[in-house]
């Protein structure tokens, strides 16, 4: 039997490598994209996105485990999941707006586009189907936040590489950015057979 610890940092682990949510199963690849030209812009998106990802848990598994559940609501866990993402995100983008305008500005359309950003939810239905205690959901969040943080920042250095590269004409711009991308998930694949010695 796992002791709780362990299966914490096993949680932990997986969503920050082995299932990490852009580069092992391809979820949120337009912020992914997006954002990652610029390093500032990557690391005030991955904050925004740990905290959204973390709270979000908390108050979903919350709504679901003493709401929705006991009075037999299940069926509305998908909408009511994306309502409280989206007021998440308006959350951040206000306080973002008021205190910190420069990376506001920077973020541009991607920090709405949060609220659109399948991995948030996908955390939280995780969460669910998991069957994740309150603990659990909340370091699930906040891990599958720093794992997509770790994309961004990752292939932010890729991209500036890419800048002095001189690729062939055929695979300027859009093209060598998602062969480069396709190469960075695959170091991701190692990462597999060190979680089954772990944690196993």
Not at 99 to 115: E, N, S, V, W
Request: glycine fraction near 8%; charge should be neutral; include cysteine.
């Amino acid at each position: 039997m796992m002791s709780e610890g362990t299966k914490l940092l096993l949680i932990a682990f997986s969503m920050i490598f082995t299932e990490n949510y852009v580069l092992v199963q391809f979820i949120a690849i337009c912020p992914f994209l997006g954002v990652s030209k610029n390093f500032d812009s990557c690391i005030g998106m991955s904050g925004a996105v740990i905290f959204v990802m973390t709270l979000a848990s908390a108050v979903t598994w919350t709504i679901y485990n003493f709401l929705l559940e006991p009075f037999g609501l299940t069926y509305l866990q998908t909408i009511v999941f994306i309502l409280v993402i989206a007021a998440l995100v308006q959350f951040v983008e206000i306080v973002l707006k008021k205190f910190i305008k420069p990376l506001y500005k920077a973020l541009g359309i991607y920090l709405p586009l949060i609220t659109t950003n399948c991995a948030v939810l996908a955390v939280t239905i995780l969460n669910i189907t998991e069957k994740y205690n309150l603990l659990e959901a909340c370091i699930d969040g906040a891990t599958a936040g720093v794992g997509f943080g770790l994309a961004l920042i990752l292939f932010c250095g890729v991209r500036k590489a890419l800048e002095r590269a001189k690729p062939p004409k055929c695979f300027e711009g859009l093209p060598i950015t998602l062969i480069a991308a396709a190469l960075t998930s695959m170091t991701f694949m190692g990462f597999a057979g060190i979680a089954d010695n772990l944690f196993h």
